[in-house]
């Protein structure tokens, strides 16, 4: 009983965590979050953090990583389709298959960059033709890959951790060993989950 008490709880919190995101870009057309999830590796990594704009179905083409909620979680996944005036489609890059179809109203925004420790800010967008849409292909294929392959997973996410653990190293050596502390909430993001900064 106990962890179904917890469990509802939980689920009680996202809704409003996802909430407020939702309300927060609504108000401020930006907003920064910190991914937590595994859902789009190998585009997005847990600690990313990212700027999503607010924009509508018409600003979007597929190809594109997009922020939607439902049912009080929110999802961080590639847009595969839209399918006016129904909705539209998405898919993590290291998900088996599609999301359940969500109604347009659902899309919040789009991811416009990603901070990166070692290259600063990138820039997101897709391109058609030339390295950003090889880029995309490239992320799906090797997200099916860690998808399928448990093994090629925990090793990409171990050696990952241990990237960032180096290069927060190397930043500032005091504070390496001290736990992060920032305290932020976050809000479920489809397999992970993500936080505001």
Known sequence: ML??????????????????????LRLSGRLRLQV???SMLPALWPGDVVEIASCSLEDVR????????????????????TRKPQGFLLR????????????????LGRLVSKADERRGVSRFGVKWSGV??????WSRALGMVLCHCGVARRLALKLHSRRQASS????NPEQATEP??????????????????
């Open 180 to 197: 992060d502390s920032a305290g932020l909430r976050s809000a479920k993001l489809g397999s992970g989950e993500l936080g505001a900064l």
């Open 36 to 38: 937590h999830g595994e």
């Open 92 to 107: 993590g890059d290291s998900m088996p298959g599609s999301d359940p179809q969500f109604p347009a109203e659902a899309l």
């Open 168 to 171: 927060r190293e190397s930043r």
């Open 132 to 137: 950003k849409w090889f880029g995309v292909k």
């Open 3 to 24: 962890e179904n008490t917890t469990s509802t709880a939980r689920s009680i919190g996202n809704a409003e965590r996802s909430a407020l995101v939702a309300d927060a």
């Open 62 to 81: 597929p190809g594109q990583i997009v922020l939607a909620r439902r049912d009080g979680r929110l999802f961080l996944h590639r847009l595969v389709s």
